[in-house]
């Protein structure tokens, strides 16, 4: 099956500065990225998701990146603030529907 | 549209009880998920369902985890018996065809 990596599994930010995260993935056959905010308690709430046919999407603060090639995808997140604060998970899929999940990124934003 | 419905949101239980986990999907979605969430694996796809039939169920830990959708809009999962190890947080999601997964509240599971 699919194999999702995801680093860092922590990182803290002062406010205002931006915050990179990195997954990558082994199957070449997953073309769905999608990435999954969770606050402390929360359900998992989609954020924003990239198909293999875009190299980048953005929306407001928030952009993906994806290289086919190498096999990887980033989340970009811009002038961050205290409210950016929680776990972030990537997922991979090749049907669209069967996500593989990274192991998740705790973001810290320091006001 | 109230979301995807999970219940109960808390249960404690001991060791060797059976546990029942409903779920509700979105009215309309014809995908359902059940995913396991712990500090030590993440989040893990147990089981999903299309239109009331289960597609992959490889990701069920034992024999002693089983999950049904009778109709369209109600899921369970059981476990049965249970054990410590089981405690997690187990989330329901709902999806239409190839599109986003929304995730229900959760339950969150404690086996003593």
């Known amino acids: 099956g699919e194999n999702v990596e995801q680093h860092p599994s922590t990182l803290s930010v002062q406010e205002g500065d931006s915050a990179v995260i990195k997954c990558t993935y082994s199957?070449?056959?997953?073309?769905?990225f999608p990435w999954y905010k969770q606050e402390l308690g929360k359900r998992p709430q989609l954020i924003i998701d990239?198909?293999?046919?875009?190299g980048e999407k953005k929306d407001q603060r928030i952009a993906v990146t994806l290289n086919k090639t190498a096999k990887h995808f980033s989340l970009h997140i811009t002038e961050t603030q205290p409210e950016d604060s929680a776990v972030y998970f990537c997922?991979?899929?090749?049907?669209?529907?069967?996500?593989?999940f990274g192991t998740g990124t705790s973001l810290t934003v320091i006001p | 549209d109230a979301g995807v419905i999970q219940s109960p949101r808390h249960e404690v239980t001991e060791m060797g009880q059976e546990v029942t986990l409903r779920c509700k999907p979105i009215?309309?979605?014809?995908?359902l998920f059940w995913y396991r969430q712990t500090m030590m694996r993440g989040l893990e796809l147990l089981i999903y369902?299309?239109?009331?039939?289960?597609?992959?169920d490889s990701g069920m830990p034992e024999d002693r985890f089983s999950a049904k959708m009778p109709n369209a809009s109600f899921s369970t999962l059981k476990i049965q018996p249970s054990e410590p190890r089981d405690s997690a947080v187990y989330f329901c999601a709902s999806s239409v065809t190839t599109g986003t997964q929304y995730f229900g509240p959760g339950t969150r599971l404690l086996v003593l």
């Open positions: 009215s309309g979605h014809d995908y």
């Open positions: 997922a991979a899929s090749k049907t669209g529907n069967q996500f593989y």
């Open positions: 990239i198909r293999s046919n875009v």
């Open positions: 369902f299309n239109n009331n039939v289960p597609i992959d």
């Open positions: 199957d070449s056959a997953s073309n769905y």
